[in-house]
């Protein structure tokens, strides 16, 4: 849920873009149609995260990874093409609308036998899957349930693989005085934040792209260096 809040100027986003993410633009426009027709909402994460993306996928030789958040699925396609033909994704989505249009956009680009769209509360979707199934995980669901899927993914992603989460600067909210009325999303990626920087499996870092993009990899035993 990322490019209407870039971290990083315009001007600065626009020459990554254009110069280093065109393809995954062009699949953005080319999947927002469908999405837009059936008056989905525009939260995608955003092509330069599709590239850093698939870029981590093919430097850790990714096979099987799980998306938690389809939408219309644009991450599921991206991580689907990086992953390559054999390849498997994963994709949870609670709205049965959301994942009716992505399987649609995913049947119309090749990949609907590439990308399993399970239609399901996220966390109880994660609690029936067997550990060690996937070597990826990106996160773009709901923000309450964060701290939840990332203790999940400790489960279900292996030794050494990779987990992401988007919107870790909180629609660029994260570093405003908090509020009274303040948006519960907004809060719940601030505590989110400090439960993955302390994380004693996960050791992790932020990428400044789209509106925050959290990394870390899984360390089944657990760190020493953590505070
Ligand atoms: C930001 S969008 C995902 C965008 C998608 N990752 C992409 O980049 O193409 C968030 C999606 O998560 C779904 N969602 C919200 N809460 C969920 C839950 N508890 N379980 C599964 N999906 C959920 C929403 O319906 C929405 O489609």
Redesign the pocket.
Known sequence: ?SESTPAIGRPLLDYIVENFAQPERELLHRMWRRAQQAGLPH???APEQARALAILVKAAGVRRAL??????????ANLALALGPRGRVVS????AR?AEVARANLEELGLAQRVEVIC????EAMQRMDGDAFELL?V???KA?YANYMEEGVRLVKDGGLMAF?NVFAFGSLLDKPKENEDPDVAAIRAFNVRLARHPKIQATILPIGDGLGVGVVNKAPLLHKP
């Open positions: 849920m939260i995608m994460i998306d938690v958040g389809t939408l219309f699925g644009y991450s599921a949870i989505e609670v709205d959301h399901a509360p996220a966390l990106l773009d669901a709901d349930n988007d």
